[in-house]
């Protein structure tokens, strides 16, 4: 891992600590590959599933689809927030980084970066493969945005919460319990939104849920970040 | 053990007296409603209990934010009673507006946008104590507490918003768009009457709850504390 070295401007010293952080996990991964593996073979596992629990005709399966890659990327997603957190907590990363001088939010904003990366890349897989399965066309730009833009919000809060839940006695459990019932407005908003760019709707119809997807996300990373620190202090 | 204060007992007995005559307004005062017949007054306890529920929901919130504010403990019992008893309260403004449904909208359940942010919010409410349960460390409890609840106290107005719009362009197939509480009939006086009497009593009703709850938090805080020394 190559050194940085540390600047004495405020912002600067922020951002490589995001980034340090960040690179840390994705280097971290990129040796083991644990995370994405797992992340996606429960997905191909959900799509399998799903394919057996709805019977998908030609005609059902072009409205079911946004909701089915979204309930998949909502599952897969959980899967990696707790294993991201929970390394971090068992191998005492998390005491090393609270001990670091940097700013607590620093921290948040890497693991947010690094978890929406695995999320990502695992979404990035898991089309191409629905698309050959299913042959449906997903490879529409906006619906890429809107993936983009749901993973994000989900990210976002799931990461502040994944850090509460694994501080629980019952860690694995106890985030997609959290963490469900706060992230619907992603989940209804990237589903109206992803469903509308398949079918073809009007932009003005679809932007609607664009936008409460951009303000979801906006104000949970804000709220996030600025209740992080509560969250991993001693 | 401090004693229940005499306000605190008055406060009870006008609540059992209140909500009696609230029960009498509105089972025997108000008119039967054209429409839909005796099962309308199902309706002046639904909309009081969830009002009374909103009221909690917000409560809570506020206690959350000035926990984390000031970190003083008993912040956090305000926030726990306020959760509690609003669970409670929505739960009843649920079981009775699906009883009300059921004949009316001939279906125990829609998925309507208040029905469903109401089933969120006991959710959101559940998930709250399971988080309580389970940690351990009483400062590390409040604060996560205080967090969650931030979290959803924002999260629940913006489903709301969300979902109105979803449900409005989408038809509902069973049963109509309006609810009662939208003026969907008119209230003739008598039933104004019933109607906010309900509110003014499940009102206070709600100030006794929370104030009961949060006497129980302080004590339940006292005991633990006692079983510290008492382990040391």
């Known amino acids: 891992m190559a050194e940085r070295a540390v600047t004495t401007k405020k912002s600067g010293n922020f951002i490589q600590a995001v980034l340090a952080i960040a690179w840390k996990d994705l280097a971290a991964e990129l040796r083991s590959r644990e995370l994405i593996s797992a992340m996606l073979v429960f997905a191909m596992l959900v799509i399998l599933i799903f394919n057996f629990a709805l019977k998908l005709d030609a005609r059902t399966r072009m409205t079911a689809t946004s909701g089915i890659l979204w309930v998949t990327f909502t599952f897969a997603g959980t899967l990696g927030l707790n294993r991201s957190m929970a390394v971090e907590k068992d191998r005492g990363c998390l005491d090393g980084l609270l001990l670091a001088p940097v700013d607590r939010a620093s921290i948040y904003f890497g693991k947010l970066l690094s978890n929406l990366a695995f999320m990502v890349i695992m979404e990035v897989i898991v089309l191409p493969l629905y698309s050959l399965l299913y042959n449906i066309n997903l490879f529409i730009p906006g619906l890429l945005l809107v993936i983009l833009l749901g993973s994000l919000g989900y990210i976002g809060i799931g990461t502040l919460l994944a850090a509460m839940a694994v501080q629980t006695r019952t860690r694995d459990v106890m985030l997609p319990i959290l963490l469900f019932p706060v992230v619907i407005p992603v989940v209804v908003a990237a589903v109206e939104a992803s469903s509308g760019l398949l079918q073809g709707l009007e932009w003005s119809e679809i932007s609607y849920w664009i936008n409460i997807l951009l303000a979801y996300d906006v104000i949970f990373i804000a709220i996030a970040f600025m209740v992080f620190d509560y969250v991993v202090e001693e | ?232």
Not at chain 2, 105 to 126: F, G
């Open chain 2, 1 to 232: 053990m401090t004693k229940k204060p005499l306000l605190l007992l008055i406060l009870d007995i006008l609540c059992l007296v209140l909500v009696a005559v609230a029960a009498y307004l509105a089972l025997v005062y108000a008119p039967m409603e054209v429409t839909m017949g005796n099962v309308q007054r199902v309706f002046y306890f639904h909309v009081a209990n969830a009002w009374v529920g909103m009221l909690g929901f917000i409560a809570a919130g506020v206690a959350g934010i000035a926990y984390l504010r000031t970190h003083d403990v008993k912040w956090d019992i305000v926030e726990e009673a306020a959760v509690e008893i609003s669970l409670v309260f929505f739960l009843i403004a649920i079981v009775l507006g699906s009883i009300w449904a059921r004949p009316v909208w001939n279906t125990w359940w829609t998925w309507e946008p208040r029905l469903t942010t109401a089933a969120i919010t006991e959710m959101i409410y559940l998930a709250y104590f399971m988080l309580r349960g389970g940690i351990e460390d009483p400062g590390r409890r409040a604060r996560f507490s205080a967090v969650y609840t931030l979290v959803g106290s924002i999260s629940v107005p913006i489903t709301f918003m969300a979902i109105r719009f979803f449900r409005t362009i989408h038809p509902v197939v069973i049963g109509t768009q309006s609810a009662a509480a939208q003026g969907g009939f008119n209230m003739t006086p008598h039933m104004k009457v019933a109607f906010f009497f309900s509110l003014l009593a499940f009102t206070v009703v709600f100030i006794d709850l929370f104030w009961h709850r949060i006497r129980l938090g302080h004590l339940s805080n006292q005991v633990e504390d006692l079983k510290q020394k008492v382990m040391e």
